[in-house]
């Protein structure tokens, strides 16, 4: 990125001898990185970093402002920054490069040499706690440049404006002094209000850039100085603006993008237990509770992790997991938009890997710079533009001079004009005579020629023989012609009586096309009545279907019925045999037989009726 290139850029010329620049020095063209250098952008932006802090240290130790600083006095600050570095100490170069002799005072040229060389080369990132460092530049600053308000009252604690003067730094341009321009200083208060609450209102600030001193930028004294005055803070509590500044200092310099209590679920034992979470760009640690003195675990992140919303179980609701290549966490949020906040945050994070960035702000901070860039180029366009629209004026101002110039000489020409137009008329009217001799002199030339005609009649004369001996066959001709005008005149008749018939076939077609359109209605009409009909139909046919149903059951339950007749008959039939059977029997058991007598042969004896079930008469 552009902010990469620029920090390797400003570390190259403080390194390479003969591109060393003062750090007092004010803006100057930044070279690019050569292909294959030693150092990466990583490397190059923490040193740009680092030396930040370390000019305000050295301009602190400046004490007459004349770009120098006492052997003495840098030999302790390289002490103490080794020492805050966590780099190994150097006793032979340190009294070598510092030791005493007429030479005086160093500058930052001859400073830089050795801070190359013997501390910021051996700066490894992650071994020193870069908070430290920035406290023992701060220090040393604070004590000259930091100052109250003008009434000795500080509305910001001594804790609060050490952490705005490291976002002071993060967000200050690359070029020294450091100076922080109006769009930066307006972003990082909004942030602030966002912390707090508080709606923001930029009609001080922008009253405030509105002196034509810090049109261009503010430094850090400034903005302090601005900051403890009370008018940003008016009405807030120093509570409530100290937990804002160190929630916008996390966010910022510590690169934390989301931190609160989440509920996690246990790999070994499966419990749920509520840990204080923190979310970096490369990290996701979770400690005890909100003091960070016990850490229990880290969730490394890279571009292959990826983050999930879960469905309610275990009586856990908001539940989402963060997937790494060796194993899944399962967490769970107080409610939904805490869930969103956080799995949106992650993603971040794991975007932030993939694209090889370390932080959100470095990248939101050159985005802003290059927006910043970009609008001054659209400016300078704009300016440019205007300037050409300012010659296009002037130049059309000459064409109009040059038009009334014009106009002039065209008032001139038509004066021409008229003179020539009045000549003109004037031989206009000597022609007109001359023609008028002329015609005099024609009517003369035809009275020569009358007397030529009389001698031409007695010519026709002669000629009018010839013409009777035309005139005979003209009449055969007109004969003809009159056949011929005859049949022309026929056909124009016909031709008319034509005419007419077609006159009265459109009449007869508008006709038509009436009694169409009337048929057409009529049509709708009809078929509307059809449509009616064919619904009557349709009910009837099912009304009618229902009774042929209906119909076909009775038929059906009638020829069951007679099945059922025929089949009793047949059972009454049945029965009456054996009705007939046990009559004979019965019969026979009613008259025993005495002694002596003969049994009675059946149907010979005297016979006894019995009626059946059926209601016949049965006789026995």
Same mark, same amino acid.
């Given at each position: 990125? *552009? ?9 190259? *010329?403080?390194? $390479? ?13 930044? %070279?690019? %990185? ?21 000019w305000y240290a050295f301009t ?38 510092? +030791?005493?002799?007429?030479?005086? %005072? ?5 400073? #830089? ?97 509105? /002196? ?14 601005? $900051? ?116 949106t945050a992650i993603q971040t994070?794991?975007?932030? /890997? ?16 290059d927006q910043r860039e970009l ?5 300078? *366009? ?26 002039? *000489? ?20 000597? #022609? /007109? ?39 005979? #066959? ?10 011929? $005008? ?22 007869? #077609? ?37 009774? /042929? ?29 054996? $009705? ?36 016949? +008469?049965?006789?026995?």
């Amino acid at each position: 990125s *552009a902010a990469r290139a620029r920090s390797l850029a400003r570390a190259r *010329a403080l390194c $390479v001898p003969g591109r060393r620049r003062e750090l007092e020095a004010g803006p100057c063209p930044r %070279p690019r %990185p050569r292909p294959g250098t030693w150092c990466s952008f990583a490397v190059m932006e923490l040193r740009g970093e680092l030396l930040k802090s370390i000019w305000y240290a050295f301009t602190a130790l400046d004490v007459e402002k004349s770009g120098k600083v006492s052997k003495s006095q840098l030999k302790v600050l390289s002490h103490n920054l080794c020492t805050v570095l966590h780099i190994p100490h150097d006793p032979v170069a340190l009294e070598e490069h510092f +030791r005493d002799d007429d030479d005086g %005072p160093v500058s930052s040229q001859g400073y #830089m040499p050795y801070l190359n060389k013997y501390i910021l080369d051996k700066v490894v990132e992650g071994v020193f706690v870069k908070e430290n460092f920035d406290e023992l530049c701060w220090t040393l600053t604070a004590k000259k440049n930091y100052k109250h308000d003008k009434n000795g009252n500080c509305t910001i604690s001594d804790r609060d404006a050490f952490r705005l003067w490291c976002l002071f730094n993060f967000l200050s341009e690359d070029r020294y002094p450091l100076m922080m321009v109006p769009d930066e200083v307006e972003y990082l208060l909004k942030k602030i209000c966002t912390e707090m609450s508080v709606e923001w209102n930029a009609g001080e600030l922008d009253e405030f850039f509105a /002196q034509e001193t810090f049109q261009n930028g503010i430094t850090v004294w400034v903005f302090l100085e601005w $900051v403890n005055s009370g008018r940003f803070t008016r009405g807030i509590e120093r509570e409530t603006l100290t937990m804002a500044v160190e929630e916008v200092y996390q966010e910022i310099i510590e690169d934390v993008l989301k931190q609160g209590y989440l509920w996690k679920k246990g790999q070994l034992r499966r419990n749920w237990t509520e840990r204080w979470f923190i979310l970096k760009p490369n990290v996701l640690s979770y400690y005890v509770s909100e003091d960070r003195k016990e850490r229990k675990g880290i969730i490394p992140l890279d571009r292959n992790c990826c983050v999930e919303v879960l469905s309610e179980r275990d009586g856990k609701r908001c539940m989402f997991c963060v997937k790494t290549p060796s194993r899944t966490f399962e967490m769970c949020a107080s409610d939904t938009k805490q869930r969103q906040e956080w799995t949106t945050a992650i993603q971040t994070a794991i975007r932030l /890997q993939a694209e090889g960035k370390k932080s959100l702000h470095k990248d939101l901070k050159q985005k802003r710079r290059d927006q910043r860039e970009l609008r001054e180029k659209r400016r300078a *366009a704009k300016e440019e533009e205007l300037q050409r629209l300012k010659q296009l004026q002037e130049e059309k101002e000459r064409k109009l001079q040059e038009l009334e110039l014009l106009k002039e *000489a065209q008032r001139q020409a038509e004066t021409l004009l008229k003179e020539e137009n009045q000549r003109r008329k004037q031989q206009h009217e000597e #022609m /007109q005579r001359a023609l008028e001799i002329q015609l005099r002199q024609a009517e003369q030339a035809r009275a020569s020629m009358q007397a030529e005609m009389e001698l031409k009649e007695a010519e026709a004369d002669r000629q009018k023989k010839r013409i009777q001996e035309l005139e005979a #066959m003209q009449k055969s001709l007109e004969e003809a012609l009159f056949a011929e $005008v005859t049949a022309r005149q026929e056909e124009e008749s016909k031709r008319y009586a034509q005419t007419n018939l077609l006159t009265e076939e459109e009449e007869k #077609m508008k006709e038509l096309m009436q009694l169409k359109e009337e048929q057409e209605e009529l049509i709708i009409k009809t078929e509307r009545e059809k449509q009616e009909l064919k619904q009557e139909m349709e009910s009837k046919t099912r009304i009618l279907e229902e009774a /042929q149903k209906q119909l076909e059951e009775v038929r059906v339950n009638r020829q069951r019925a007679d099945q059922d007749v025929m089949a009793a008959q047949r059972k009454l039939h049945q029965a009456s045999s054996h $009705v007939k059977h046990w009559n004979v029997q019965m019969n026979r058991l009613m008259h025993p037989i005495a002694p002596g007598e003969k049994r009675p042969i059946a149907g010979s004896s005297s016979t006894s009726s019995f009626r059946g079930s059926g209601g016949h +008469r049965l006789e026995v």
